[in-house]
């Protein structure tokens, strides 16, 4: 569990308590005093700010705790994360100051009429006198928050500054957050299109199944650049990504294997997808209710269509079924549905992607002696399944060619590059994936959705490099 470090602030009364009892009990709560400040002192009383590092769960048992002591008044309490969030973690910037009025007259009236004619007499100017060339809309509804749920469009904003920070910090695209106040299908898609000409490219993000898939499908229907619905594509690119290089760890070829995905929602379906078209012949896909069976009826439309691809498996069961002789299990869907003997029951030098958040499906510390190569979406073991390592490239590329969409060629181009980062002298079990901070990924995944998107007949622009 991540540890985060929170700045108490408490006056003391001397003759009630000491502050030898006070650091003992946030010890013994699970609290580590780091520092302390005096921030004002007399006979009786003190004011200190105490910087206290503890799991976010014993956290609040301390600051619970000394609410309630006797010769303790809580003053304040502020972690290192809120002080992080404070005005927001974004802001815009012009490109050029205005210190007079010739700078004025240039950049807006009268200079900037003339402009504004060239881009109506042909909107494609738009690219390169505005900032949609390279600007992304990151926007949601905030009904499916990752590892939150449902908690609406204003307490999901945090994560979406998060996101538009991290595409200018890795791949340098200026992102917007946009949080949409309505969860109905069609509301959502005629507002993304009437905000769409200011933007070269959508991010969708944290839109709750099924909805997310007939969203997606219309804006990329329905408008001219690149969407893509990165808790789907993101996370599917980058499991395939890991999967290409563990299947090389563990000697053992894409078309042989049999594979297992548990949580059949939307990443669960974008996974499916992409190892079908990466060269699985052997798959099933369980849900709650067990198995997805070929040649089955579902009233569902994207488990239809699972049902209808010959690669899967006609086989009735439920997890604990399946699972036995699977040579990979990748799960998205909840903690603690496998332990031990389930993963002894794969087959010999199996892998294992359990990537549910917080807890994984399988304990790691039960999985671990026991397969071959093990990942989860967490920071705290080896090999995080993470999508940051996608979408800061997938859209610098996207953006860079002008393409119309994110097809099928350019994620699996996108899957192959990353798995690429990883060298054959660095691959190993506890390394299948790079970290999110390798410099390397950006401009590697760039230059593969760029030759796909030409391929494919999705660019509308060749980069200079590509003549």
Known sequence: MANTSVIIRIELNHEEIKFGDVAAAISSLGGDVTSVDIIRSGKTASIRDITVEA????????????GRQNG???????????LAHLGGKITIQPTLPIKNRDDLSRVYTPGVARVCKAIHEDPKKSYSLTIKRNTVAVITDGTAVLGLGDIGPIAAAPVME??????????DV??????????????IVQTIKRISPIFGGINLEDISSPRCFEIEQRLAEELNIPVFHDDQHGTAIVVLAGLLNALKVVN???????????????????????LLGAGVTRLVPVDREGTIVRGATYAYPMWQWLADQPQVEDVKGSLTDVIQDADVF???????????????SMAPRSIVFAMANPDPEVDPEEATPHVEVFATGRSDYPNQINNVLVFPGIFRG????????????????????IASVVTESELNSQYIIPSIFNDQVVPIIRKAVIEAAIITG?????PPEFR
């Open 458 to 462: 999705s660019a509308q622009r060749i």
């Open 72 to 82: 303790i008044k809580l003053v304040n309490v502020s972690d290192r994360t809120f």
């Open 174 to 187: 200026d992102a917007f957050p946009i949080c949409l106040d309505t969860t109905d299908t069609e509301e």
């Open 252 to 274: 053992k070829r894409i078309e042989n294997v049999r594979v297992v995905v548990n949580g059949i929602g939307a990443a669960g379906v974008s996974i499916c997808k992409m």
């Open 55 to 66: 799991a976010d769960s014993d956290e609040l048992k301390i600051v619970e705790f000394l």
């Open 162 to 171: 998060g996101k538009a920070m991290l595409f200018k910090q890795l791949a």
């Open 398 to 417: 996207a953006l860079d060619c002008r393409a119309k969409e994110i097809n099928e060629p350019m994620k699996l181009a996108a899957a192959r590059a």
């Open 330 to 344: 990748i799960g998205v869907s909840r903690g603690g549905l496998l332990h031990r003997e389930h993963i002894q």
